[in-house]
């Protein structure tokens, strides 16, 4: 049976037409994210079928035998470089970490290295199409430096588990922790487009995921009960809205809402996005929203503005250059504003290895100032397993 | 008479020499020497099966004009009119029943064909030539299709060779132009020149309008562009003394230069460098007597250079570009995002 | 199967708690500040010009930083000793390198400036 399943993968492969990791993927034909993830709105484990990718169209094949066809690498893209030995379980080890630098070759250079992510995935999934998924993930991930007050943050914890349940493969439902249906999911957790409406790499919600998918739409509708570990008057509690169209069969245009708040503060954030595939790898992302946020004590309510523009090039297989494009006006009363520029470069030499250079050059605006531009540099592994 | 009676009868003797030498020759696998054969005797009057193994051999040989021309000889020798049938049945556009057609004609036929495109694949600049080839070629596809022979190969066939001739075409440098607006911002450092140096920092931003002209193939593309700069900057002094600050500055300027890029996709996105010359002039007020005395604004020469990263995105005519750049000389970075339009 | 069961009760057992709003009592919410006047004056100003920026995900808490010692033990300021504090030679108006702070907003009032530093040169 498994042998059945992964000839239809490599099948698959040859039909440029499903979704993968990274939103820039839509470069290659792949518009949602379902396909090759068990969340449907991208960002946690591959399924088998994204994993067999991340082996083939993704990374580089320089680095195996001749004799080796497409077939022969997407067969060990498994687990531990294993065939699955059952239908109903999967296993993933991810690791990330970086060397990041702030302000390079200057008298306050900081240099530090983050593992950002060490952790393991388990999915248990049953029935036609894996129509039934339970999905959970634990591991460590870093704490601010020095460490938040309280003594109950651990390094150790679980940033997503739910169940999904798909009625047919148009509908599903999904409960449990999951990131936020909102915007592009770009793995840049710092970049504004995430910080400013509150969508990091921690601010996974318990909730309801409502999700609806053909050719031409995607919608999720999410419940947020904030994250139930949380005191509840710190939990986010709302809603949040995300839809997409497609257009001319490979790109895509989005709208996202959300709101939500907590005893402090209520955020109502709103968005609009395009994913657009430019053929063999090149992609551009784009999202502008604004976000306001109502501080409850005082009714002080403050409105901010952000943009994000990705760009992405793949010069040959296994390679993307790219540029990371932000802006950022956390309040619009003002007229500051500052904008990030980043070029970069990410590399899979081979399946399971993604390494990655990102360079960031921040700029301020200010009426009446003109300050140094901020550098940061961070070069980043990625393995999973 | 008699003469002709004598050369008649040399031939077949020749014939009956080359047979065996062929054969044996063919047996070994040496190519050459049946082709050498061949050479020296083409007026000879060859068997079905001799053409057979001297098109074998001349083809191992790569020598496949050659081929061409012997099997269209053989085609004439011994299929003509059934030729002339299918080349009649193709015109017309009426169905062609293959069975009616002798394997050996559809072998030749084959041979031809597999003949064309190796000698189109091996041509790496587009030619009147490879263009009255590539038209035999088409021909000889058409007879391929109509006789339903080796389908799945010819399908392969006619799609490399296809693609070998839009390479050659999209190889070929032609003229590109567009016209461009970009929103920059750039910084650049003044000087308050006094009892000591200040060195105060600009941050300006701006529009640059303009374009590109050059040329491009597929894969790479050589241009000069430039655009008129206009932007306006913030300066002020981090340092107590001497004071000084100014809004809006305005900045004018021309930034120019040669550049060059290798397209990576099918819709024509590209990264790549350029080495723009930037000339801006912006006037700065002189410190105000009260906080700056002694002191006079000296700025840097009004002409630079850079060196950025450029890359550029197609969505049909419309494009969006990126550019980032370093000054040489000095630690400043100019950075630009805009659209355009290709002609 | 057991394993099973308890693996996925440990994945819903062990949720993470550190987020975007884990500050939010301290960013939001009436604050106990120390007993320092200096302090109590500075607070403020670190209130509405670093904080919000420095509580905005992982990288900083500032926002929970309650007494003069947290701001020391975090390495951000040297008591008496604003020169070597990185608080004050971040801030615009210090002259010192990097200088850089507040990001997005031109150099800190003088007025509020001088709170800064009365309040570090006020420390024993």
């Known amino acids: 049976m498994n042998t059945i399943k992964f000839f239809l993968i490599i099948l698959n492969l040859l039909l440029p037409l499903k979704g993968f990791t990274y939103a820039n993927f839509i470069g290659h034909g792949y518009t949602s994210c379902l396909n090759c993830h068990f969340n449907p709105l991208g960002n946690g484990p591959l399924n088998d079928y994204g994993r067999a990718v991340a082996a083939t169209a993704i990374s580089s094949d320089a680095f195996y035998p001749k004799s080796w066809n497409e077939e022969k690498i997407a067969y060990t893209s498994g687990f531990l470089f294993r065939k699955p030995k059952q239908e109903w379980l999967r296993t993933q080890i991810n690791y990330r970490g970086f060397r990041l630098v702030s302000n390079p070759n200057g008298e306050n250079e900081q240099v530090r290295w983050i593992n950002m992510q060490f952790d393991a995935r388990l999915i248990l999934k049953f029935g036609e199409n894996d129509k039934f998924i339970m999905v959970g993930s634990y591991g460590r991930s870093p704490l601010p430096d020095p460490p938040p007050p309280g003594d109950d943050q651990s390094l150790w914890r679980s940033r997503e588990h739910y169940v999904g349940y798909r009625f047919t493969s148009a509908f599903g439902i999904y409960a449990g922790l999951m990131d936020q249906a909102y915007g592009i999911r770009v793995i840049e957790h710092n970049s504004f487009s995430r910080t400013l409406p509150e969508l990091t790499q921690n601010d996974q919600t318990h909730g309801v995921l409502l999700h609806y998918l053909t050719q031409s739409f995607e919608v999720g509708l999410h419940g947020h009960t904030g994250n139930l570990s949380q005191e509840k008057e710190l939990r986010m509690e709302g809603g949040s809205l995300t839809v997409e169209k497609t257009l001319f069969t490979t790109h895509r245009l989005g709208a996202s809402l959300k709101k939500t708040g907590n005893e402090f503060k209520d955020i109502l954030s709103y968005a609009l996005h395009g994913r657009f595939n430019l053929k063999e790898g090149s992609a551009l992302l784009g999202e502008i929203g604004q976000v306001k946020r109502t501080t409850l004590n005082n009714a002080d309510e403050k409105d901010g503005r952000y943009g994000l523009f990705q760009t992405y090039l793949r010069p040959w297989r296994g390679l993307y250059i790219f540029s990371n494009i932000e802006y950022v006006d956390d309040d619009l009363k003002d007229e500051n504003y500052s904008v990030r520029w980043g070029p970069g470069i990410q590399y899979f030499p081979i399946q399971r290895i993604e390494l990655r250079f990102d360079l960031y050059n921040q700029r301020s605006f200010n009426p009446g100032a003109s300050t140094s531009d901020q550098w940061t540099y961070l070069l980043q592994s990625h393995v999973w397993l | 008479m008699m003469k002709w009676v004598s050369v008649f009868l040399i031939l077949q003797m020749s014939s009956s020499v080359f047979a065996t030498s062929i054969k044996k020759y063919f047996k070994a696998k040496e190519w050459q020497k049946i082709v050498d054969i061949y050479q020296s005797n083409k007026k000879a009057s060859f068997t079905e099966k001799e053409f057979g193994m001297i098109s074998e051999a001349l083809r191992n040989r790569e020598q496949f004009r050659e081929d061409i021309s012997l099997n269209i000889r053989f085609i004439r020798i011994y299929f003509n009119s059934e030729h002339s049938k299918l080349m009649k049945e193709i015109r017309s556009g009426a169905s062609t029943d293959s069975e009616q057609f002798s394997d050996a004609l559809k072998h030749s036929y084959w041979s031809i064909i597999n003949d064309l495109a190796q000698i189109i694949k091996g041509i790496k600049k587009k030619s009147p030539e490879v263009e009255k080839d590539f038209k035999q070629f088409q021909m000889f596809s058409k007879i391929m299709e109509a006789l339903e022979f080796n389908e799945g190969k010819t399908d392969k066939l006619v799609s490399n060779v296809q693609s070998h001739m839009i390479y050659l075409e999209e190889k070929i440098y032609r003229f590109s132009g567009s016209l461009v607006f970009n929103y920059i911002s750039w910084q650049s450092e003044v000087n308050l020149q006094g009892t000591e140096t200040a060195k105060l920092l600009v941050t300006n931003r701006g529009y640059c309008l303009g374009g590109d002209a050059g040329v491009e193939n597929y894969r790479y593309h050589f241009f000069v562009d430039g655009c008129l700069l206009i932007g306006s900057g913030e300066i002020n002094n981090k340092d107590a003394q001497p004071e000084y600050q100014q809004s809006n500055v305005p900045s004018y300027g021309l930034k120019a230069g040669p550049g060059a890029s290798v397209i990576v996709s099918s819709s024509k996105s590209r990264i790549g460098l350029k080495i723009p010359f930037v000339y801006t002039i912006q006037n700065f007020e002189e410190p105000s007597p009260t906080s700056g005395n002694n002191y006079t604004v000296k700025q840097k020469s009004p002409l630079t250079m850079q060196v950025s990263l450029y890359s550029r995105f197609n969505l049909n005519a419309w494009f969006i570009q990126t550019e980032i750049g370093q000054y040489i000389g000095n630690d400043e970075i100019f950075w630009g995002l805009g659209f355009g339009k290709s002609y | ?124």
């Not at chain 3, 308890?6 to 939001?28: A, E, G, H, P």
């Not at chain 3, 995900?57 to 003069?68: G, R």
């Not at chain 3, 020169?83 to 850089?100: C, E, W």
């Open chain 3, 1 to 124: 199967m057991n394993y099973l069961f308890l693996l996925v009760l440990t994945f819903i057992m062990s949720c993470q708690d550190y987020n975007s709003s884990t500050s939010d009592r301290f960013k939001y919410g009436p604050l106990v500040l120390e007993n320092n006047p200096q302090f109590q004056a500075a607070y403020p100003v670190i209130k509405s010009r670093c904080i919000n920026c420095h509580t905005s995900n992982i990288h900083d808490v500032w926002a929970s930083y309650t007494t003069s010692a947290q701001y020391i033990s975090a390495g951000l300021i040297v008591p008496n000793n604003t020169d070597d504090s990185l608080f004050i030679r971040y801030i615009q108006n210090s002259n010192l390198s990097p200088a850089t702070m507040p990001l997005n907003a031109g150099p800190l009032p003088n007025d509020e400036y001088q709170i800064l530093l009365d309040w570090i040169n006020g420390l024993p």
